[in-house]
């Protein structure tokens, strides 16, 4: 169960506990598609991780203005474990980003990108997300088990 937002001075909306906090699709689905344009962004989501899944990719790290209150979030910020992975198996919208997201935002309504070094900061994606950009402090991520939750769609469950 995802723990409810909290109040960080500083930040422009309330935001998740400091923390990697396991949640399921589901989950996901009841406290952040609260209106259409989320239901939207998590319906390409679910499509972007299925294919992720699909590939052996365990986790994906989900972040960004929408595991906040925004109303209205632009997009979703996600990475992905690249152990295990096949690449040759994944679409190439996902790990090719040499020319940027806009590919991958127009196809699942948010960017996806392998956690690897993130150039600015020098840490792996994972970790540069959880830090609140307007205030520099720490938030939360929401860390979903691909395997796990594609494994029992798959059942029937």
């Given at each position: ?21 396991p949640a399921t ?50 997009d979703f910020d ?80």
């Amino acid at each position: 169960m995802l723990p409810i937002f909290q109040t960080l001075n500083g930040a422009p909306w309330r935001i998740l506990p400091p923390g990697e906090h396991p949640a399921t699709l589901q989950e996901v689905k009841e406290l952040l598609a609260f209106n259409s344009h989320r239901l939207n962004l998590f319906n390409g989501l679910v499509s972007a991780a299925s294919l992720l899944a699909q590939s052996g990719c365990q986790y994906l790290y989900l972040d960004g203005s929408y595991v906040t209150e925004k109303d209205i979030p632009s997009d979703f910020d996600a990475c992905w474990s690249i152990e295990e992975v096949d690449l040759d198996s994944l679409d190439p919208i996902i790990w090719n980003i040499e020319n940027g997201t806009i590919a991958q935002k127009e196809r699942f309504g948010g960017e996806l990108y392998p956690n690897c070094t993130e150039g600015a900061s020098g840490k792996l994606f994972k970790e540069f997300f959880k830090n609140e950009k307007h205030t520099n402090q720490e938030k939360g991520i929401i860390v979903i088990d691909l395997q796990t939750e594609f494994y029992v769609f798959s059942q029937g469950v």
